[in-house]
């Protein structure tokens, strides 16, 4: 696709279950970040893979929250046993590698834990 | 601890005028900064990177300015228009990953 994909657009779960987001980066990029956007905050860094590199996963808030990436490309964010203040905004990124100037955003998928 | 600091209060300017926000840092010494836009529900558009040996870079009505002894960047919209009311952020990279601030909302009001 032309841009980065990210699904669901919206997740309602109930507190206690697991869920899975995906992120379909640009073809060809080799960075890819997960951020979280809580109601009327920043933008706080999660993870960051590059190409075959371990990822960076000083951002993660728990050890409920993992992620991998696979072949280099698609991502998915599991975030284990979710509780009410994992509600926010997932949002993913990606651009062609380290030092390369600008993240490509995706919409974000919005997380609501009742 | 690394900060990345911007104004919380909204920024109200009339149309026409410039509008300048700040983005100050406290304990990075960054490769380069970059500034995104920002509509609501939307995922942050990428404005302009300027590297830490640039002092001034420019983008069409967009000026934004690095001072790394101050440790802090401007940003300025010239000829505002209500279609540039937004939230806009900072962001400061050395390599990896990118750390962001909260962001300055911005009104134009015509």
């Known amino acids: 696709g032309a841009g980065v994909s990210q699904s669901p657009s919206n997740k309602v779960t109930e507190k206690g279950k697991d869920v899975e987001l995906r992120c379909d980066p640009i073809?060809?990029?080799?960075?890819l970040y997960w951020y979280r956007q809580s109601l009327g905050q920043g933008l706080e860094f999660l993870i960051y893979f590059q190409g075959n590199s371990a990822p960076d996963k000083s951002g993660l808030p728990s050890d409920r929250f993992s992620a991998e990436r696979t072949g280099g490309s698609v991502s998915t964010l599991t975030i284990q046993r979710t509780q009410q203040e994992d509600s926010a905004v997932y949002l993913c990124?990606?651009?062609?590698?380290?030092?390369?100037?600008?993240?490509?955003f995706g919409e974000g998928s919005r997380l609501t834990v009742l | 601890s690394q900060k990345i600091e911007q104004n919380s209060e909204a920024l109200n300017i009339q149309e026409g005028k410039t509008a300048t926000l700040t983005c100050n840092y406290t304990?990075?010494?960054?490769?380069?900064l970059q500034w995104y836009r920002q509509d609501p529900g939307r995922g942050p558009v990428f404005l302009l990177l300027?590297?830490?040996?640039?002092k001034e870079k420019r983008k069409e009505r967009l000026k934004v300015t690095f001072d790394t002894t101050l440790k802090q960047s401007l940003f300025h919209i010239t000829a505002s228009q209500p279609a540039d009311s937004a939230t806009y952020l900072c962001a400061l990279g050395i390599i990896g990953a990118l750390n962001f601030g909260k962001g300055t909302s911005l009104l134009v009001t015509p």
């Open positions: 990124a990606s651009n062609g590698g380290p030092n390369t100037g600008e993240l490509f």
């Open positions: 304990n990075y010494s960054p490769a380069y």
């Open positions: 073809s060809g990029h080799t960075a």
């Open positions: 300027i590297r830490e040996n640039e």
